[in-house]
């Protein structure tokens, strides 16, 4: 038996369920208050590692390469 998941589309949050998705950003927000950037970033890139989204863990990572100077640096 394989282990492979097969993709099923994304839910759209914002279109399905306005309430959670706007309660889920103030909760963002407030978590993120007082922490670094890059240890936010950090986090939020090994909870897509322990979820398996690999889409989130590439959107991160884009995050990241966008945010950095060519040397590599912040």
């Given at each position: 038996?394989?282990?492979?998941?097969?993709?099923?589309?994304?839910?759209?949050?914002?279109?399905?369920?306005?309430?959670?998705?706007?309660?889920?950003?103030g909760f963002a927000r407030e978590a993120n208050d007082g922490v670094e950037p890059k240890i936010a970033e950090?986090?939020?890139?090994?909870?897509?590692?322990?979820?398996?989204?690999?889409?989130?863990?590439?959107?991160?990572?884009?995050?990241?390469?966008?945010?950095?100077?060519?040397?590599?640096?912040?």
């Amino acid at each position: 038996m394989s282990d492979y998941v097969v993709p099923t589309t994304r839910l759209n949050a914002k279109k399905e369920a306005p309430e959670a998705y706007l309660a889920m950003l103030g909760f963002a927000r407030e978590a993120n208050d007082g922490v670094e950037p890059k240890i936010a970033e950090l986090v939020k890139i090994r909870a897509s590692q322990i979820n398996g989204c690999a889409f989130c863990v590439d959107s991160t990572r884009g995050m990241r390469r966008r945010s950095t100077t060519p040397d590599g640096s912040t």
